[in-house]
C-alpha cells in the first residue's frame, strides 16, 4: 500500500503585481495539482483556479466504477480507470475554462498550464497539459517525468538546439498547449511505480526556469521536512530573480 504526503506553497515572486498560479493537495484523495494561468484582466488566475477547482470537483463528484457513464466525461475503457480518470478530469477542466472564456470578453483568450498526480496502490498517475512539471527525487537523483509542451522544448527535438542556444532561444515562453485554448486537449499521462521515500515535486515554471535541476535538488536533499524544504524552494528561485510566480508541491511516497 502506498500513501503521499504531501505539501504545497505559492508565492508572487519578485516582478509580478499578482499570482497567476494555483495549486490544490487534497490528501482525502491523494491528488495534487499545480496550474499556472494567462491571459489578460487577471484572466490567468481565472484560468488556473478553475482548473485546479474543476479537477477537484470531478473526484469529488465522478463515481470510481462506472466506466459508462462516469461523470461528466464517458471513458474508453483502454486505460487503467485512474489513468483514465485523470484524463476525464482534466479535459473536464479544459472544457469549463474554455466555455468561460467563450462566455466571458474580459476572460477571452485565457488559459492555464496543469500538472497532476494521483496516488494510488502501486504508485502515481502523472496528468499534464504544458510547462507546469513534475520531477521525481530517488537514491539521491532528480529526474523529470514530464515533457514541457513549449515551443523552446519543440525546436530542441527537432532541431537538436546545443544548451547555449537554447538558453538564448528568443520564445522561451510560448506555450504550444494548454486548457483553454481549445474546445478539445490532449492530456500526456504516464504511469510510475513508487518506492518508499520516493519525492514528487511539482511545479510551475516559475521555480524550474530560474533555477537549475542540481540546485533544487540539493535544496530538497538537506532540508528538515517537506513544508521547509517547499519553501526554500520558493526563495531560490527569488533569490534568482523571482521573474514569475512561484508554486511548488512536494510529496513523499510512504509504501507499506
Request: contains cysteine; aromatic residues 6%.
Amino acid at each position: 500500500m502506498m500513501r503521499l504526503q504531501a505539501v504545497g506553497e505559492t508565492h508572487v515572486g519578485s516582478k509580478r503585481n499578482h499570482n497567476e498560479d494555483a495549486f490544490a493537495v487534497v490528501d482525502e484523495s491523494q491528488l495534487c495539482v499545480v496550474a499556472d494561468g494567462m491571459g489578460g484582466h487577471a484572466a490567468g488566475e481565472v484560468a488556473s483556479r478553475l482548473a485546479v477547482f474543476s479537477v477537484r470537483e470531478y473526484f469529488r463528484k465522478a463515481p470510481w466504477t462506472d466506466a459508462e457513464t462516469n461523470w461528466p466525461c464517458r471513458l474508453d475503457g483502454m486505460r487503467r480507470l485512474e489513468e483514465e480518470r485523470m484524463i476525464a478530469a482534466v479535459k473536464f477542466a479544459n472544457h469549463r475554462i474554455y466555455d468561460s472564456a467563450q462566455r466571458e470578453a474580459r476572460q477571452k483568450g485565457m488559459g492555464t498550464t496543469i500538472v497532476c498526480m494521483l496516488g494510488v496502490r502501486d504508485g502515481v498517475h502523472i496528468a499534464h497539459v504544458g510547462d507546469s512539471r513534475l520531477y521525481r527525487i530517488r537514491d539521491g537523483q532528480i529526474e523529470l517525468l514530464t515533457e514541457d509542451h513549449s515551443l523552446l522544448n519543440d525546436y530542441v527535438r527537432v532541431k537538436n538546439l546545443t544548451s547555449d542556444e537554447a538558453s538564448s532561444f528568443p520564445h522561451k515562453n510560448v506555450i504550444v498547449r494548454a486548457l483553454g485554448m481549445k474546445d478539445a486537449v490532449k492530456v500526456d499521462t504516464r504511469f510510475e511505480q513508487a518506492r518508499h521515500n520516493d519525492l514528487f515535486l511539482l511545479c510551475s515554471d516559475g521555480l524550474s526556469g530560474p533555477v537549475p535541476e542540481r540546485e533544487m535538488l540539493d535544496v530538497i536533499l538537506s532540508a528538515p521536512d517537506l513544508h521547509a524544504a517547499v519553501l526554500r524552494l520558493i526563495n531560490h528561485a527569488n533569490d534568482h530573480g523571482g521573474p514569475d510566480n512561484i508554486t511548488a508541491i512536494l510529496a513523499r511516497a510512504q509504501v507499506s
